[in-house]
């Protein structure tokens, strides 16, 4: 994590310090405020996103700023890599053209063999122009992008759902999560200005039936990232970093041990 500080007079931003959601969102410190945007969890749900947040320094007229994102070129920048490693994190790429990781079907927007994640076209670091592969994409008439889950073969949810997006206007697109009868869990919406594709999830213990974003212009998605990691690496430090962040959560399960 990159701390941005930047300390401006507080009336030069025009006192826009807004009250906070209830909002669990991975790596905020609690004592900051959701500056740009917006973020609401459901309890015991926490949202794996990029975001701004701020806070007044006390007893100064200034606001400090903290900047973090979550840039993606491949598996291993996901924060659930350990998941992935595992094998208890599915990952759809689309590069075989097809919608065929168990328990997933995207129900809006289509493929499009455009400009993938940087290491689906087997080089990294060639640039966006350069990356070719497929990724789910919409525009147009269609304003949103969707993927459904269904019980594996021991009846459960996801209980981490995310995966990497961009598009050319933050300002609008958000990302939901629902839970198996279609109750938001979380929501989140314009935190920074990307053009490059970020890393945006769901951890909800209680079970992921479909995440989707809203948007007007357009939005390319790729590495859908869904599973039921728990316990593993990316489970304790999501369950360690919530009792940090936020000492009113309640702790859902027993923290899991590490070697
Ligand atoms: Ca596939
Ligand atoms: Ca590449
Ligand atoms: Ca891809």
Known sequence: ????????????????????AACSMWNVPSDYLSEFGGCETAPGVMIFAPFIVSKLV??????????????YAQRSDSPWAAGIRQGSIYVEDF??????????AMTSGFLLDGSSVDEDDGVLGNGTDNDFGFVYYAAGNTHTIRAEFSRDSEGRF??????VMDTLDQSDATFAA?????????????IL???????????????????ASDFNQRLYVDHVQYGYAIPEPG????????????ASRRRRTPAPQLP
């Open 193 to 211: 200005q990307w053009g490059e594709f970020q890393f945006v999830g769901v951890y909800a213990p209680q079970g992921i039936g479909a995440i």
């Open 178 to 190: 629902y839970d198996p009868s279609g109750n938001l869990l979380a929501s989140y919406n314009y």
């Open 235 to 246: 489970a304790a430090l999501l369950t360690a970093t919530a009792a940090l962040a936020a």
């Open 58 to 71: 006390a007893g100064e007229p200034f606001i400090e700023y903290l900047e973090f994102k979550l840039p």
């Open 1 to 20: 994590m990159k701390p941005l500080l930047t300390a401006l007079i507080a009336f030069a931003i025009g006192g826009t310090i807004r009250t906070q």
């Open 95 to 104: 590069e075989d053209g097809i919608v065929n990781t168990p328990g997933l």
């Open 158 to 163: 996801p209980t981490h759902a995310g995966w």
